[in-house]
């Protein structure tokens, strides 16, 4: 099992451009959510999603948007970037908690991107 | 108030101390509680999860949380430099709503060779 893996891992973009994080993840989890993480302020949750087709806003979802239109995928876009979304972002998934399923969550390995 | 405070750090410790990492919360609805690894440039992983109230333990880690205080403590003992890392603790509440977590900003251990 791979787990959670994350496409790309590095990115830098010029202010405007914009891009698609991949989350792919192999453990056939329900749940899926994207996180950015600064310096100081810790994992934010930007959206998340509780099944294929589903997406919901986390505590910081201006600027991105989300689709999960395969149960295994998440993908994350920046339409617009900007230079404060310069981050490192993780995706992660979980189960929904029913038997032989937990909500621990598993965390790929981030895409760090920079927007000068 | 934050609803999970965790001490930054960073932590100093030389090999083989004992580790002592807390967080506090004011939410009185969570019930399950985590530990996160992250080492550096990498993502984080679950190192140890405990429900409600009580101490658990798994080889050099031992996890505890006191809900009468609001207070979770992860001790390492016999501290190594390989778990020089920051530590995030995590919460959550009971329920089919309550699949969300609650993350601490995470400390930064350095364990001293």
């Known amino acids: 099992n791979a787990g959670v893996t994350q496409t790309p891992k590095f990115r830098v973009l010029k202010t405007g451009q914009s891009m698609t994080l991949l989350c792919a993840q192999d453990?056939?989890?329900?749940?899926m959510y994207w996180y950015r993480q600064d310096p100081g302020m810790g994992l934010r949750l930007i959206h998340y999603?509780?099944?294929?087709?589903?997406?919901a806003k986390g505590e910081v979802p201006d600027g991105y948007n989300v689709s999960r239109l395969k149960k295994q995928n998440f993908l994350l876009g920046l339409e617009s970037a900007a230079p404060s979304q310069t981050s490192v972002y993780f995706c992660?998934?979980?189960?929904?908690?029913?038997?032989?399923?937990?909500?621990?969550?598993?965390f790929g390995p981030g895409t760090r991107l920079t927007v000068t | 108030q934050k609803e999970v405070e965790q001490d930054p750090g960073p932590l100093s410790v030389p090999e083989g101390a004992i580790v002592s990492l807390n967080c506090t919360y004011s939410?009185?609805?969570?019930?399950?509680f985590m530990w996160y690894r992250q080492y550096s440039r990498k993502g984080p992983e679950l190192l140890m999860y405990?429900?409600?109230?009580g101490n658990k333990e798994d080889g050099r880690f031992t996890a505890q949380v006191d809900k009468s205080s609001k207070y979770i403590s992860l001790f390492i003992r016999d501290s190594q430099p390989s778990d020089s890392a920051t530590y995030l603790c995590?919460?959550?509440?009971?329920?089919?709503?309550?699949?969300?977590?609650?993350f601490g900003k995470g400390t930064l251990l350095t364990v001293n060779p």
């Open positions: 992660a998934s979980s189960g929904q908690g029913l038997a032989g399923s937990s909500y621990e969550q598993y």
């Open positions: 453990m056939n989890h329900e749940y």
């Open positions: 999603s509780v099944g294929e087709g589903t997406t």
């Open positions: 939410n009185s609805a969570f019930q399950y």
């Open positions: 405990t429900y409600s109230s």
């Open positions: 995590a919460m959550r509440g009971r329920g089919g709503s309550n699949y969300k977590l609650t």
